[in-house]
């Protein structure tokens, strides 16, 4: 392989590992638990923020162009333990008000508003983390101890796939029995959840937060591979391509997101890169984000399950039990039903 | 004194702008119990359309009203052959959120493919009218008065036709509003339409008093008129009027006493404040927070 090529094959493991960690946390919340969480991306932010923050040391380093809050140089593997841990921090206050308490596509446009809010935030407070500029400079971790750019490239790969690891495992470690069958039963109906003792709130809490802590590492390892962050970086938009790759790849199970991760963030927005430019720079930009609701919406019609469904949980007796569809009452009606 | 006449004005101005959209969007969830994302970007077409018609010289009130009668259509559309499919294919509601914000991914990146990344404007002069110490154009007062008549036509069609018992009978309870004998199916189509019109004028209507507008705007404004119907209580016409004047009121006097980069920023702070100690919204009877909230 050419050392070009190298590269460009780093960049793309990189990104698959980003994107992993994020869509693995999104499904646990989405495709496990069934929150709506529509305001994924403002985690991933507030790590990729914290994660900048956290190495770019004091405000006033490289002549003190920009302004933030709370810099600091922790080593490595720190930076991004922290960002994560700033994000689950921040996912509290959010989960209370967005998640804990509302219903699901109620949850979903408060999760959107929080998010559109969260860019207006960091676009006019220019002294939380530089405004609309952004964060730039954030140094590469590690770097010092490798000579040539492209051995780096690969350890970067290596270090961020180890991340991409440990997302499995925590992933996995939730989703697993018991914690794993509480958290479906809520998704598949939180009032029979609820009538078996699961404290649904409190567990979607957890989810919530858990989701947003892996979000905030995905943010701080991304980051710290491209070297800069800003409020274009995060539009709610964003949000929308790790919805489109659980829903291409399966919900509700990790090798789906893994799948869907190959083909939707990866796949399709590198092959759609090669297409012949048409009209004007930046049409085929947004014509690929036409596709992407094309994409969720013939997926939503086929292959609502994804194209690895989710495994049939069954019953030691030999009853399926799980994963029938949600029930539609075609009562309630928005406000002012009276059942509950 | 001056200020507070100059906040209390812009003010309604902003909830004039914002109530017509709150409106339509509610009305539309309480209806069809469905939680429109697409309606932003349904906004941003009535633009473009209000856009293309001064362009052709229409006058600028046939062209609200064909803005008005695209956003109908398109409404009805996108509920006829997108919307109800999935719904009656029993799609959950907390998927429906998805399904909607995929057609309006669709529709607004593909008036952004169309128009291209430039922001255009409207060039519409009126005369200025000056009272009580106050500038306001006459456009901007026109708005005020097209909002006010809106806003009492509803209350009237909800309150004083059958239709709009019908659909109040529908909202309250389908299942028992059809074995009264009222077509839901058809009080649904009727609500579509009617909120897409509200739709198409309120988007209009912005993209006229912000002057220039991308394929975004929409969008950018549908979330500040979504933060007043929550604040209202998602699905109450007249909670969605009030929230509109909250919203107006909090943001005009956070522009004017904090700044103008904070105003939405500071009227998002209410509907934080709301969602902690009210999240059901502040008109919503008990009944309807149970719904909405677990």
Not at chain 2, 215 to 235: D, K, M, P, Q, Y
Request: net charge positive; aromatic share 10%; proline share 3%.
């Amino acid at each position: 392989m050419s050392s070009l090529m190298q590269f460009y094959v780093t960049e793309l493991l990189v990104l698959f590992s980003v994107n992993i960690i994020a869509v693995w946390a999104l499904d646990l919340q989405f495709g496990v638990t069934g929150i709506n969480n529509f305001g994924f991306i403002i985690f991933q932010s507030v790590g990729a923020y914290a994660g900048a923050v956290f190495t770019l040391g004091s405000q006033s380093a490289n002549g003190g162009f920009q302004h933030f809050i709370g810099g600091a140089h922790l080593p490595y593997p720190w930076s991004v333990v922290a960002a994560g841990i700033v994000a689950g921090i921040v996912a509290i206050p959010i989960g209370h008000m967005g998640i804990s308490r509302l219903r699901g596509d109620y949850q979903a446009i408060v999760m959107l508003v929080l998010a559109v809010m969260a860019v207006n935030i960091a676009n006019a407070a220019v002294n939380i983390v530089n405004g609309p500029a952004g964060l730039s400079l954030v140094p590469q971790p590690l770097v010092q101890f490798f000579h040539s750019s492209l051995e780096y490239a690969w350890v970067y790969v290596a270090l961020s796939l180890v991340w991409a690891l440990l997302a499995f495992y925590v992933v996995r470690g939730v989703t697993a029995a018991p914690l794993g069958r509480r958290l479906r039963a809520i998704r598949e109906s939180e009032s029979a959840a609820s009538a078996l003792g699961i404290n649904v709130a409190q567990m979607k809490m957890r989810v919530f937060v858990i989701g947003a802590m892996l979000a905030g590492v995905s943010g701080a390892v991304y980051v710290q591979y491209l070297g800069s962050w800003g409020p274009t970086s995060w539009a709610y938009t964003e949000t929308f391509v790790f919805f489109t790759a659980i829903v291409v790849g399966g919900t509700g199970n990790m090798l789906g997101a893994a799948l869907g991760v190959a083909l939707v963030p990866i796949a399709f927005q590198e092959l759609t890169r090669f297409f012949p430019n048409v009209g004007y720079p930046g049409m085929s930009a947004s014509l690929q984000w036409v596709l992407i609701g094309i994409l969720m919406l013939v997926f939503m019609w086929f292959r609502p399950r994804g194209l690895i469904p989710e495994r049939r949980r069954t019953f030691r007796g030999g009853k399926v039990l799980a994963l029938r569809k949600a029930p539609v009452i075609e009562s309630t009606s928005a406000g002012m039903s009276s059942d509950g | 004194m001056q200020v507070a006449i100059t906040i209390f004005a812009f003010g309604i101005l902003t909830a004039a702008l914002l109530s017509i959209g709150a409106v339509g969007f509610t009305l539309q969830f309480g209806v069809t119990n469905v939680l429109n994302l697409a309606f932003g970007a349904l906004m941003t077409s009535a633009i473009f359309i209000l856009y293309e018609t001064q362009r052709a010289h229409i006058p600028l009130w046939i062209g609200v009203a064909l803005a008005a009668v695209w956003g109908s259509l398109s409404s009805l559309v996108l509920s006829v052959g997108l919307i109800n499919p999935f719904v009656r294919r029993g799609t959950s509601l907390f998927s429906m959120a998805v399904v909607t914000v995929a057609a309006g991914l669709i529709i607004e990146f593909s008036l952004e493919a169309i128009q291209g990344p430039q922001i255009l404007g409207f060039s519409t002069q009126t005369p200025e009218v000056g009272f009580l110490g106050i500038v306001m154009s006459e456009l901007q007062l026109e708005i005020i008065g097209l909002a006010v008549i809106l806003m009492v036509a509803i209350h009237v069609g909800l309150r004083y036709t059958r239709l709009g018992l019908k659909m109040r009978a529908t909202a309250a309870d389908a299942a028992l509003a059809r074995s009264c004998g009222v077509s839901a199916r058809k009080v649904r189509l009727v609500a579509w339409a009617v909120s897409g019109a509200l739709c198409g004028i309120g988007g209009a209507l912005i993209g006229l008093t912000v002057g220039s507008f991308n394929s975004t705007t929409g969008n950018e404004f549908f979330i500040i008129l979504v933060a007043a119907a929550i604040i209202g209580g998602v699905g109450q016409p007249y909670g969605a009027m009030i929230g509109a004047l909250v919203i107006g009121m909090v943001s005009e006097g956070a522009a004017y006493l904090v700044s103008p980069a904070y105003n939405y920023i500071i009227a998002f702070g209410v509907l934080i404040v709301v969602l902690l100690f009210r999240p059901q919204g502040l008109f919503a009877e008990y009944s309807s927070g149970r719904t909405l909230t677990q």
